[in-house]
């Protein structure tokens, strides 16, 4: 793993490798180690998980990670509203695919949009809330966005721990980029969100940010003020977050 440069920003340390599967395999190491250190001290592990292209190399060798998986609770920190079940640009379906079909979690937890919205955001909120998360394995969009908490909507001091989010631009803009939808016409324009709040609440936080789509979104997370205006910056305040790069992602820095 060819680590090329670290630093720490505020509380956050940041590492940069010299390409995505360098990147990924770190981070899924790093995930892994937390989750077998958090073993030794407690019955389960609470982890909630991004789904996006962006994590792709991190999820191809988690699942090959020496841990108890039977002894990991999983949930997923945001879906769209809108989507046919079984739509393949549904979070649920990428996380399934990518991760929940290769090994056996103890408990999977997935939002499901198709239930009425303000009872879907109850039950996953009760979900959420039963006991600390420990692990928030996570992404930066090219907005700032962490989960689907954009700029315009983000709150450092949500009350809440799930709700409803109306999409920005840049964030829809980049479900096409990713290759996720034809045009911006088919990404719909709300969706389910974890909140900021809920997602920084993990005791460790593993956010993995490869590519040059990013570059200006880990410039203005390194660079910014801390404020919902990135909402990125929060992630500086966190004890124990790692945030993982790529030369492309980091060519800015």
């Given at each position: 793993m060819e680590l090329i440069r670290e630093f720490k920003i505020g509380k956050m340390e940041v590492s940069v490798y010299n390409n995505r599967l360098s990147l990924?395999?770190?981070?899924?190491?790093?995930?892994?180690?937390?989750?077998?250190?958090?073993?030794?001290?407690?019955?389960?592990?609470?982890?909630?998980?991004?789904?996006?292209p962006s994590q792709n190399e991190f999820l191809e060798f988690?699942?090959?990670?020496?841990v108890d998986w039977?002894?990991?609770?999983?949930?997923?920190?945001?879906?769209?509203?809108?989507?046919?079940?079984?739509?393949?640009?549904?979070?649920?379906?990428?996380?399934?695919?990518n991760l929940f079909s290769k090994v056996n979690f103890g408990e999977v937890h997935l939002i499901d949009s198709a239930n009425s919205v303000d009872d879907e955001c109850k039950r996953y909120s009760k979900l959420i809330e039963a006991n600390d998360i420990d692990?928030?394995?996570?992404?930066i969009g090219e907005n700032g966005h962490i989960a689907f908490?954009?700029?315009?909507?983000?709150?450092?001091?949500?009350?809440k721990t799930v709700k409803v989010v109306e999409l920005d631009e840049t964030c829809r803009q980049q479900q096409v980029n990713d290759g996720c939808f034809k045009s911006i016409a088919d990404v719909p324009t709300q969706a389910i969100t974890l909140t900021v709040p809920t997602l920084m609440s993990?005791?460790?936080?593993?956010?993995?940010?490869?590519?040059?789509?990013?570059?200006?979104?880990?410039?203005?997370?390194?660079?910014?003020?801390?404020?919902?205006?990135?909402?990125?910056?929060?992630?500086?305040?966190?004890?124990?977050?790692?945030?993982?790069?790529?030369?492309?992602?980091?060519?800015?820095?």
């Open positions: 990924g395999k770190t981070a899924a190491k790093n995930v892994a180690h937390q989750v077998n250190k958090l073993l030794n001290s407690q019955e389960k592990v609470r982890i909630i998980f991004a789904a996006a988690f699942v090959h990670q020496d039977s002894l990991m609770i999983a949930f997923h920190m945001d879906e769209y509203i809108s989507l046919e079940p079984g739509s393949p640009q549904l979070f649920s379906k990428y996380l399934e695919k692990i928030t394995c996570m992404g908490n954009d700029p315009p909507v983000a709150d450092f001091n949500d009350s993990a005791r460790y936080i593993s956010c993995v940010v490869p590519g040059p789509a990013k570059a200006n979104a880990v410039l203005n997370t390194i660079r910014n003020d801390i404020s919902e205006a990135c909402p990125s910056t929060i992630l500086r305040t966190h004890t124990n977050c790692n945030l993982l790069l790529d030369t492309e992602s980091a060519k800015l820095l």
